[in-house]
C-alpha cells in the first residue's frame, strides 16, 4: 500500500545518469506508473543491442517501460500517459524534448534534474563543458521543464566542487549519485506546496552543445597547457584528445602538466616535441609544456610514452598537429 506522500509519476530517463534518481523515486515509496526510455541501439563494435540503462532498471523493478520513436505526435504514447494521469513526470536525461500536450499533462508539472548550475551551461553537454573550461564547481539543478530549452523556473539547486584533475567520467557519477535525492526532495516540496520556482536570469546563460569529434583536437598554438590538460578532462570518455604526428592520427590517453620547462627544450614552437628523460613534452601556446604520459598511433596499441619513443624514435624538432 502506497503512503500518504507517494505521488504517482511517471519516469523518462535514457543512460546510466538517470538510474540513481529512477531507484530513489522508487525506494521513497513513489508509484511510478511508467517508465519511458530511448528505443534500444547498437553498442561497440559488435553493434550489439543493448536495453538503456533506465529500461534494465525499471524491468528490474517491474515497472512497465516505452520506447516510442516520437512523442509528439504518438497518439498511442498519449492515450496511454494521459490514462495515467501523473502527478508529475519526472525527466532526467531522456535525450528528446517533452512536447507541450506533455508539459502540460500532469498537475505538478515535468520536473528535469539538469546537471549545472542553471543558467549556466544549458544543452545537452553541461558536465563535459564545465570540466573543459577549467570551472572550480559545478552542480545540479531541478526544475520545471517548459518548451524552452534548459529555460524553465528553478525549484532547487545543490553546488559541488570540481577537483582540477576531476575527469568528466568522475563528475558525472558525483552529480548522479548526488542528483538522485535532490529529486526526492524537490518532488516533496512541490506536493506540499513549500517550493517557490524561481524564473532564471537568462542574461547569465550560457551554451554547452553536444560534443563533435573535433573538439577533441589539441591546438597547440592557440590553447595553453592548462587549456588543453582541462579539455582532455572534459571530453572523457568522447572525444578524448587527439592529434596527428607525421600524417598519423596520434590518440593521447593520458597526459599531465609540466610545470618547468622540459631540459633542452629552448625557445620551441607549439606542437614541438622535447623528449626528456625518457618523457615526451609538447610545447603549448604561451610558453607552457604539456606531458603526454600515454598515447596510441593510428594503427598501434596504446603504450606508455617510454615504450612508445622506444618504437618510434623521434627527430629533434618534430612538431605535432
Known amino acids: 500500500m502506497a503512503n500518504s506522500a507517494s505521488l504517482k509519476l511517471g519516469f523518462c530517463g535514457t543512460p546510466q545518469f538517470a538510474v540513481p534518481t529512477l531507484e530513489a523515486l522508487i525506494a521513497a515509496g513513489h508509484r511510478i506508473e511508467l517508465v519511458v526510455s530511448q528505443p534500444d541501439r547498437p553498442v561497440g563494435r559488435a553493434a550489439e543491442i543493448h536495453p538503456t540503462p533506465v529500461k534494465q532498471a525499471a524491468m528490474a523493478a517491474g515497472i512497465p517501460v516505452t520506447q516510442p520513436e516520437k512523442i509528439k505526435s504518438n497518439a498511442e504514447f ?41 543558467p549556466k551551461y544549458r544543452g545537452a553537454a553541461p558536465i563535459q563543458w564545465a570540466v573543459a573550461m577549467g570551472d572550480a564547481f559545478t552542480g545540479n539543478t531541478t526544475m520545471l521543464l517548459e518548451e524552452g530549452l534548459d529555460t524553465g523556473p528553478i525549484l532547487m539547486q545543490q553546488t559541488h566542487e570540481i577537483g582540477p584533475d576531476t575527469t568528466a567520467i568522475e563528475l558525472f557519477e558525483t552529480l548522479a549519485q548526488a542528483g538522485a535525492p535532490l529529486v526526492v526532495e524537490t518532488l516533496a516540496g512541490l506536493a506540499a506546496g513549500t517550493i517557490n520556482p524561481q524564473p532564471q536570469n537568462h542574461e547569465y546563460a550560457t551554451f554547452a552543445p553536444l560534443l563533435d569529434r573535433e573538439d577533441g583536437r589539441m591546438d597547440f598554438s592557440g590553447r595553453a597547457a592548462h587549456e588543453l590538460y582541462n579539455r582532455w578532462r572534459g571530453f572523457q570518455p568522447w572525444p578524448g584528445a587527439f592529434t596527428s604526428l607525421n600524417g598519423k592520427k596520434l590518440i593521447v590517453h593520458r597526459m599531465a602538466l609540466a ?30 609544456w604539456i606531458e603526454l604520459v600515454e598515447v596510441q598511433l593510428e594503427g598501434k596499441k596504446r603504450m606508455a610514452a617510454a615504450e612508445f619513443l622506444r618504437g618510434n624514435p623521434l627527430a629533434a624538432g618534430t612538431r605535432l598537429g
Not at 519526472?90 to 500532469?106: D, H, N, S, T
Not at 622540459?262 to 601556446?285: E, H, K, V
Open 78 to 118: 498519449r492515450t496511454r500517459l494521459e490514462a495515467i494521469a501523473p502527478d508529475a513526470i519526472v525527466v532526467v536525461a531522456y535525450g528528446r524534448i517533452i512536447p507541450p500536450w506533455m508539459l502540460k499533462l500532469p498537475r505538478l508539472g515535468c520536473i528535469n534534474l539538469h546537471a549545472s548550475l542553471l
Open 259 to 288: 610545470f618547468e620547462t622540459p631540459a633542452g627544450a629552448g625557445d620551441a614552437q607549439p606542437g614541438t616535441i622535447c623528449i626528456d628523460s625518457g618523457r615526451l613534452f609538447a610545447a603549448c601556446a604561451d610558453d607552457t
